[in-house]
């Protein structure tokens, strides 16, 4: 059955049965915006459509009955450089609404089936994973409480070819319609087709498509509210089941990464300054060939409390050229990124192509410090293996190479570490209650970084155990993954 | 005397010396930063140079010796479309470092003055003016506390040549240096001069220049580090030497904008029907012709609670185009605000060239409810009006038509419409304790809307006084001084 065909395009409502109707609306919008705000859910409302549908007057009729501080229209245009040189829904990710707020998209995500050129990657990425990557987006984003809704507006063939005449009649409208619109007006029928598996692809409970007949402005209007409002009022009361839902089960843990790390490893000062000298440098060359060749490099360092993750990055960036990394420190949210989906503030931080990104600390506190400390729930934790998952495979689609280096120390030399920073005054400063605090914790904390590296070591994105107990071999370890890695990738590409 | 011609370019550091100072430093630069940390100052590092004279390298010397949960580094390329369509300080005001973080610039935005095509605007603006820019932007920063340090690195003309022909000679780097590098060295002479002029004019107390022999990077990156030192030292005395300066003194309030309003004017429906069509069709044909001529416009509404700027700005909204246009709501600062500069907020919502920006409340907040509710101090709101002066003369540099109003109403109307909305369910949610409380305080807010208005009143940004009491006036009235405006605008351009 076609989504597009299914709708009856003759529909038609008066000026006066419009007018009756948005008068006992406009209250009602607001009253449900008001209430989606007070109970935090954020709304992603999208229009796609045909050319001429009636994209923009539509979205203007909804923007004007809603408060305008909790709504933000964004339209989506061909991407810019900033834009071109990361994942293609990275551009989206970072404009996301926040807790309580609207965010309307004049053209979207979708953009990337049915607009020339609109996402570069799209060349060589199979068409499935396109469409899994925008299914997980919205899959996500459900999961974390948002409430989207998609909009097709439908219009014949005859009717675009009215309206874009009617348009080039009038010289304050000519320029908008363009050589290109009309190129996709003669493949009408083709596009219809694209359409149409687009729409039922990604035609989901959680993000559902909803086709409009658009021809008469008016029933559009009126059928674009009732949407929203049933939809909302839908979806509130699905998220408040949701959150009743039993406990996530997860298939067991059945091997730890840990136990098999060898933290006797070590390296003499002399073969340590020999080695570090010739893979810094050839870091800086490899530096530069991922530069010129545009790809990305993502670095995430996680370990125990003193594990030497900071002295081990410095050691890696030592002669690298600082146009071309950042170090990332990841602290604990502030309340912009609170108020958004967890990942969001690290979808703002990728890296542009011929870039390195090097995290210290990362997306992975989700599991370990806000699982073990409760600021995640526990279907909230549990999720998060996949989701961190499905992100990174979006990097690694893009042509981005993932390193995640999990720094590894004993009890015992945690403990001489933290004696000596309480010696040593200028070492003072990185000792807090909160490690002493943290060290108590060590055994959930290990069976939680255990349950990690099990669930989200992938051949896109692999984990390596950085044994720290000697940070000469630590440092050694992580420089020689790279520096073998980037030369291998940068061989078979 | 010239800055560049009084350097001695022959001074030298052996490999001992150096390391010798750099173990004594390290320790001293974390303390610093920390230091700095706690007491909430911002630190911007720019960095300035002849091409090849070691920038990469010194940023990455100094990047080495600080936390880098504390600093970020900034690369200025050619400006994106981005940067491209919005005023040259944009991409430099968005990227200003918070309380007591630090900013390192890779060139900055004094590329404005000596590299080609940086910024589009240079062709045209009076080079007096882009000076007069670049000065209050630091200016602006320095009376907020920031810490502003600016090297340029200083090699000879022979010394550059022998760089260039180093790195084309290796594979790795020939292509660092292009046909553009080697145009500018043959004007090494032209540039020598626009240096020093630069320099000369840019040299300021609170951002003085630094100029470094940079032949030898040795001796450069000691120069660096002891200036850091040495001018944070200074510069952070200084902040609590300002504590204690006294109140400005500001030119007294010689007359009264709102007692010259006539809250009487109003219309009758009939006559407010008819014109509204009028000017919101033109203005839907200005929005096109604006977009298409990429001029940028700034609407500011500021006025009285319930005075009905919402329904005043919904309804010269109603027929344009949401891709052209954007409310932009300004509530209270949220945290990562408050860590910034006040205007720093504002600079992140400018508009692109070819779009309207509408500011429900603005940065005019500084001086009613921040002067009034005692968050900003004395010296802050007072030093407010010649800021937002200087913001809103470099947007009328950049091309951009500035509309600000003051939408007044009188006591007894804002009592009038207060108690209509605790009675009427639908708008209950807009009446709140804090109204109440702020009416109590109409005199104190009245003085301070009148010294605004008096002296933020220019001729690149002037005031229009709203009359509201009745708001079919009031809409008539903002509506019809924006068409007029541009339609003058628009034929005088």
């Not at 969001?344 to 870039?355: D, E, L, N, S, V």
């Not at 990690?452 to 044994?467: C, D, F, G, K, S």
Request: proline share 4%.
């Amino acid at each position: 059955m076609s989504l597009l065909d299914a709708v009856d395009l003759a529909q038609k409502l008066s000026k006066d049965e419009y007018v009756a109707f948005m008068d006992a609306l406009e209250i009602n919008m607001g009253q449900l915006q008001r209430q989606a705000h007070e109970m935090g859910v954020p709304i992603t409302i999208v229009f796609e459509g045909w050319g001429a549908a009636g994209k923009g007057r539509l979205i203007n009729e909804l923007l004007l009955a809603l408060d305008p501080r909790g709504v933000k229209v964004h339209s989506t245009l061909a991407p810019n450089p900033e834009e071109f040189h990361r994942p293609f829904l990275w551009r989206f990710w970072t404009k996301i609404p926040e807790k309580g707020r609207m965010a309307i998209y004049d053209r979207s995500w979708y953009s990337r089936f049915i607009v020339e050129k609109m996402d570069p990657l799209m060349e060589r990425l199979p068409v499935k994973k396109a469409y899994d990557e925008v299914n997980c987006f919205e899959r996500q984003l459900s999961d974390d409480g948002h409430i989207i809704i998609k909009f097709f507006l439908h219009i014949s063939r005859k009717e675009q070819k009215k309206r874009f005449k009617k348009l080039e009649k009038n010289p304050m409208t000519a320029w908008r319609v363009t050589d290109y619109d009309w190129k996709k007006h003669k493949q009408y029928d083709t596009y219809h087709d694209t359409i149409e598996e687009m729409l039922s692809r990604t035609d989901s409970d959680y993000a559902p498509w909803h086709v409009i007949p658009s021809e008469n402005w008016r029933f559009a209007g009126m059928a674009v509210f009732e949407t929203v409002i049933h939809e909302v009022g839908r979806q509130l009361k699905k998220r408040k089941e949701a959150q009743k839902a039993p406990a996530m089960q997860l298939p067991p843990v059945s091997k730890s990464m840990l136990d098999r790390a060898d933290l006797s490893k070590a390296l003499t000062r002399e073969e340590y300054d020999r080695q570090r000298k010739i893979y810094q440098q050839r870091l800086w060359e490899l530096e530069h060939e991922v530069y010129l060749r545009r790809l990305s490099v993502v670095m995430v360092y996680e370990g125990w409390d003193a594990a030497g993750k900071g002295g081990n990055i410095k050691r890696l960036v030592r002669r690298m050229d600082p146009r071309g990394y950042e170090v990332i420190p990841i602290a604990a949210p502030n309340d912009a990124e609170l108020a958004h989906h967890y990942l969001w503030r690290f979808w703002t931080k990728i890296p542009k192509a011929g870039h390195f990104a090097i995290f210290d600390r990362s997306w992975y506190g989700r599991v370990l410090v806000e699982r073990i400390e409760g600021f995640a729930k526990e279907n909230e934790w549990k999720r998060a293996y996949q989701e961190i998952n499905e992100m990174e495979e979006v990097l690694a689609n893009q042509g981005t190479l993932i390193f995640k280096f999990w720094v590894d120390i004993d009890q015992e030399e945690q403990l001489k570490r933290f004696k000596d920073r309480e010696k040593t005054p200028a070492k003072l400063w990185k000792i807090t209650e909160e490690d002493w605090r943290n060290r108590e914790k060590w055994v959930p904390y290990r069976e939680a970084v255990d349950e990690m590296l099990y669930r989200t070591h992938t051949p896109y994105a692999p984990w390596t155990i950085v044994e720290s107990n000697n940070k000469l071999y630590a440092r050694m370890k992580a420089m020689k993954t790279v520096v073998k890695a980037l030369e291998k990738h940068l061989i078979t590409r």
